[in-house]
């Protein structure tokens, strides 16, 4: 399962910098695959452990924040190994 997500927290000023990078720190150090950019950070693994580095990033940036907001989107497809990797070659194979 490929998991992107963005945590978004709230009532803390316009500087989230700081309790952003509590939540990537959790996702980095969990050792699944991933890659954060300007928008989301992308996990991929098993069901019960992506779910629970979300969470615990949530609830490293709750520990700071008042509030926090959560985007996820999930691609669920039994069976596939690297597909963060695996999309990407297949989609540059068709770029002109």
Known sequence: MIVAFSITPLGVGEGVAEPVARAVKVVRDSGLPNHTDSMFTTIEG???E??????R???AV???????????KA?????VVDGMTSKLTSLESHLP
């Open 46 to 48: 098993e069901w019960d």
């Open 50 to 55: 992506v779910m629970a580095v979300v969470k």
């Open 57 to 59: 990033a949530v609830d």
């Open 62 to 72: 709750a520990e700071v924040a008042p509030r926090v907001s959560l985007v996820l």
């Open 75 to 79: 691609d669920l497809r039994e069976g």
